[in-house]
């Protein structure tokens, strides 16, 4: 990076309630962390400051600075570009928090046009036939448009104030209002908008297409049970009331570990073991979950996503049947996950064994990711580079 790189700030508008979903859409999980955390990823690089404009009775996201957004996505907007003025970016790029699959090469050509001419857009041509009230329209220079758009800031931030009271439906019919042209980019395909309830799935199929390379792991474990003297029985996150409870270094969730060694096994990273020493003291009485959304991350920084993940416990006692419901609900939330894409049963060895005789408790798991392909090429053409 040379000194002369301009300064580029990401403003994401998330303040959306999201009445078809029944919930704002933005905080939905999708394959492995929220929408709108994928929306934000999407800029990790890019931008050198982030901000989200949003509800602040919304859950706020982590690491990157929300602002309380407006009545209207337009007022929203303002109070977001007021709160980057003082670390004067100049380019902003402006995007909507339900298009979560943008992806870096639109956004690095968006800043590109950006800075040649002030404002940019993305998209697309219209392909299919246009009519209005039964009459065919020519679909000729007509285009839909998506986010992010980029603009030169503080020409952006000038039109929001001077357009404050007028309701334009993007950010770049402000420029149009001023009579400045705006740089057209081809948008990207799947950037679609979470609009509809299917449209999640659609994104989910479109991020699961994009990691073709499917692999499993499976994960093993087995905590001994002693007497409960107040600790906690906890399996697969939720804490059981029990007479026993699971000796162990952390919570000595074998479920959850057991897990946390399948997601690291189907990314061949080690096992739970290299990265949470059991003689380290931070990791005493540990919440398991931490060790798991730390597997799931691992996958996610390779470029993957968790497509399914499946946990049997092997017990005895105590009775799985009544919790298994809110033990698979953790899991999603740990996860981030559908519920149909987590799995919970138990089973019992008829008294025999070790679990037979109630002196321990088993948990094994299989989880399934998809990888992109393109992260094996890259690492056979790091690995021919050595070679030669
Ligand atoms: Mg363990």
Redesign the pocket.
């Known amino acids: 990076m040379t000194s002369t790189r301009k300064k580029i700030a990401a403003l994401i508008v998330a303040g959306g309630s999201g009445t078809r979903f029944g919930a704002p859409k933005q905080f939905l999980p999708l394959l492995g962390k929220s929408v709108l955390q994928w929306s934000i990823d999407a800029f990790d690089g890019i931008a050198d400051e982030i901000v989200v404009v949003t509800n602040p009775d919304y859950p706020q996201p982590e690491n990157v600075r929300s602002v309380a957004g407006g009545a209207t996505r337009q007022q929203s907007v303002r109070h977001g570009l007021a709160a980057l003025r003082a670390s004067k970016p100049d380019i902003v790029l402006i995007h909507d928090a339900a298009r979560p699959l943008v992806m870096r090469e639109l956004i690095e050509s968006l800043v590109a046009a950006a800075e040649k001419s002030g404002a940019a857009i993305p998209a697309l041509p219209v392909t299919d036939t246009v009519k209005r009230s039964g009459k065919t329209e020519s679909r000729e220079d007509l285009f839909t448009i998506q986010t992010p758009q980029a603009f030169d800031f503080v020409l952006i931030d000038k039109l929001h104030e001077k357009y404050q009271d007028k309701s334009l439906t993007d950010d770049a019919a402000l420029c149009e209002a001023e009579g400045r042209d705006v740089t057209l980019v081809t948008g990207q395909q799947d950037n679609i908008k979470i609009t509809h309830p299917q449209d999640l799935a659609r994104a989910e199929s479109l991020l699961s297409s994009r990691n073709g390379d499917v692999r499993t792991g499976q994960g093993y474990?087995?905590?001994k049970l002693v007497p409960a003297n107040g600790k906690k029985l906890v399996l697969c996150g939720v804490a059981i009331p029990h007479d026993f409870a699971l000796e162990?270094h952390?919570d000595?969730d074998?479920c959850l570990?057991a897990l946390t060694d399948a997601l690291l096994a189907a990314i061949g990273a080690g096992d739970?073991g290299q990265h949470f020493s059991p003689a380290d003291p931070r990791w005493k009485n540990a919440d398991s979950a931490v060790f798991l959304r730390h597997a799931a991350n691992l996958v996610m920084e390779r470029g993957g996503i968790v497509a399914h993940v499946d946990v049997t416990i092997v017990c005895e006692a105590p009775k799985i049947a009544p919790h298994r419901a809110s033990m698979q609900q953790r899991i999603a939330d740990i996860l981030q996950l559908p519920l149909a894409r987590v799995s919970v049963k138990a089973t019992t060895t008829e008294g025999l064994g070790f679990t037979g005789r109630r002196e321990g408790i088993a948990a094994q798991a299989i989880a399934t990711v998809r990888l992109p392909f393109v992260s094996a090429t890259v690492q056979k053409n790091e690995d021919l580079k050595w070679a030669s």
Do not use: M, P
Request: charged fraction near 10%.
């Open positions: 474990d087995v905590h162990g952390s000595a074998a570990h739970i």
